[in-house]
């Protein structure tokens, strides 16, 4: 632990921006290293992520110790590379709550602090976000910098490009801090890898382009002249040595690459560019996992770790996640059909895909962050009679909700969506949650949307799909246990609307779509004592409905109760109230889902109990309906 000649560690004096104004750089390196401790073991204790924040330390310090935050504001992409820039924000004393039930978010919340200027949870959004920021201040004659941040991966993304493309000849002051490690969770993909990497090994441009400009200033004469020829000269020597050209062309004056762990060379360029009027473009080389060995090793692992433990945040589990279930299926179909391949967007360890990326490499596209690229890509598969199955985090598929509309649903093409962390994820909060995807994916036409309760109806559903030659198939499951899985198990095709009666009951019939199913039979359980006979159907089609079950519910059932882990507000609930009311139901309706609001983060059973759809709380809303 470094600490002061005093005996005090810098850190203890730090805990806003206005505290590092006083400090040396030799005093911020210090401080670096004190603040990469204690972010490793507060976050060992709480879980969280953890490379991210690690290479951006000296970023971080750097821009608050330059910059007048919060004034000039800072947007970062994403937010998980965070940690550091809440500890020197006023949050020090709360990070071990970070990402803990009402503790503080694991990304960037404008409730949070006024530092948090742009909140962020998904990618590529910082650039276009500080372009409308800095426009907005130049509008109103206001006096501030923006700074956006923004890691290679986010990069991948369309909407960065979008952002450069329009602030890029706006001539506003914008600062674009792009941060290379060559990584997102997975490592980069695709063509803007290999131009970093060719500006990474070229550094040749800049420093001809100062030695150039420093024998021009100690001109006696003709220094204006000469210098007006060189700058037609900087055309060739660009597109000659410089792989940083797109930068430029894109309006931006680009400079790079410069080491982003070198505080003293992080200090002096961002005071040197700090009033430059234009646009600018900093790339910086940084260490994801910087400071902690086996983090920098093995970045992709420690990109979260779990509380507690020195290790990553991966449990050992009997029956596998619906995740690695998944992988396992896609593994099985396969082997066995030529015309399948996977798709994700640069998750390909939170899908599952890591042993299909292994053993079909061939047949395996990671299209880095961009989803609406996956999809339409996977239209132009489908549209060759190849069978694409793209796996994508339902809160992800939200950025591609056009493409699935116009270039897959209107087309009818047979593409295959499995969405990841369906419903309720935990940690990660209101930014991750998928709990929209059954309220706008149902009302697409064409698009088949179903749940399954567990891991081998998951097999069975991404068959049928597959067995469907005439337009796109929906799958979606809950970052749980896929609850019963059996490897190589032959698959049922099910015929497509159909549901399945799980238990026979008189009294009220429980309509359950996916994790819900479980939740359900349990909640029932806990009813054995009571005289309430329970009728349970397994709803593991939102769309179409089974309508010839429904019509039996209205003459069986004057109660209804459904369930679902989607928000209500048209949701599967919606769906069935609005066909029972079309067809002069008059029982008593009911239905559990998550509420119309954006739920905050925390262990996901506290979430589950805070909205009412634990099992206990179901047990509740049952009896309570009589």
């Not at 234009?278 to 983090?295: D, E, N």
């Not at 994508?392 to 591609?400: G, N, P, V």
């Amino acid at each position: 632990m470094v600490i002061s000649k005093m005996g005090e560690k810098f850190l203890d004096k730090v805990n806003y921006p206005t505290d590092l104004k006083g400090l040396s750089v030799p005093a911020l390196k210090k401080l670096a290293a004190e603040i990469r401790e204690f972010t490793i073991q507060t976050v060992e204790k709480t879980g969280g992520h953890l490379a991210s924040t690690l290479g951006v330390v000296e970023l971080t310090i750097a821009l608050h110790y330059v910059y007048d935050t919060p004034k000039d504001k800072l947007i970062w992409d994403v937010g998980h590379q965070g940690y550091a820039h809440k500890i020197l924000t006023g949050r020090k004393d709360k990070l071990d709550t970070i990402r803990q039930y009402k503790g503080l978010s694991g990304f960037l919340s404008t409730k949070e602090s006024e530092y948090d200027v742009f909140g962020a949870g998904h990618a590529s959004t910082s650039i276009s976000a500080a372009f409308g920021i800095a426009s907005a201040r130049d509008h109103k004659g206001e006096d501030f910098k923006v700074v956006a941040i923004i890691g290679d991966g986010s990069t991948t993304g369309g909407l960065a490009f979008e952002g450069l493309n329009n602030a890029g000849h706006s001539k506003k002051q914008l600062l674009v801090i792009l941060n290379d490690n060559t990584m997102s969770i997975s490592p980069n993909v695709g063509a803007m890898r290999t131009f970093l990497a060719k500006i990474v090994t070229n550094p040749l441009y800049n420093r001809v382009r100062d030695e150039i400009w420093k024998t021009t200033a100690s001109l006696p004469t003709g220094k204006g002249l000469t210098r007006k020829m060189l700058r037609k000269m900087e055309e060739s020597l660009k597109s000659l040595i410089s792989p940083g050209l797109l930068f430029d062309e894109l309006g931006f004056r680009y400079i790079g690459p410069i080491n982003g762990h070198d505080m003293d060379l992080m200090v002096s360029t961002l005071e040197n560019i700090k009033d430059l009027n234009t646009p600018v473009l900093l790339h910086i080389i940084t260490k994801k996992g910087k400071g902690m060995h086996s983090a920098e090793s093995d970045p992709v692992t420690f990109h979260g770790i779990s509380p507690n433990k020195k290790q990553p945040a991966k449990k050992v589990k009997s029956v596998p996640s619906f995740q690695d279930t998944f992988g396992q299926i896609a593994c099985e179909i396969s082997r066995v059909r030529e015309d399948t391949v996977c798709i994700t967007a640069a998750m390909k360890e939170g899908t599952g895909l890591v042993p299909y990326s292994k053993e079909f490499p061939d047949r395996f596209y990671d299209v880095g962050i961009a989803e609406a690229h996956a999809v339409t890509f996977a239209a132009g598969l489908a549209m060759q009679g190849m069978r694409p199955i793209a796996a994508i985090y339902s809160t992800f598929l939200q950025r591609a909700y056009d493409q699935i509309i116009h270039d897959v649903a209107l087309q009818n093409l047979p593409v295959i969506f499995c969405l990841d962390r369906a419903g309720l994820v935990g940690e990660d909060g209101a930014t991750h949650h998928g709990a929209l995807d059954l309220a706008y994916a149902r009302c697409i036409p064409n698009l088949i949307v179903s749940a399954p309760k567990d891991g081998n109806e998951l097999r069975d559903l991404i068959h049928t799909g597959l067995n469907k030659t005439d337009g796109p198939f929906m799958i979606r499951y809950s970052k749980t246990s896929s609850f019963s899985f059996i490897k190589n198990k032959e698959a049922n095709i099910i015929p497509i609307g159909d549901w399945d009666v799980i238990q026979k009951g008189k009294d009220i019939v429980l309509l359950a779509v996916g994790s819900m199913v479980q939740t359900v039979k349990e909640a029932v359980k806990q009813l054995s004592d009571s005289k309430i006979k329970c009728e349970i159907v397994n709803c593991r089609f939102i769309n179409p409905m089974d309508e010839k079950y429904l019509k039996s519910v209205i003459k069986k059932f004057d109660k209804v109760l459904t369930l679902e882990e989607g928000v209500l507000n048209g949701g599967f609930g919606s769906g069935v109230a609005s066909w029972l009311t079309d067809h002069n139901y008059t029982g008593k309706i009911k239905r559990l889902g998550i509420p119309n609001r954006f739920v905050a983060h925390g262990q996901r059973d506290l979430l589950l109990q805070e909205i009412g759809l634990d099992i206990e709380s179901v047990a509740k809303q049952i009896q309570d309906m009589f």
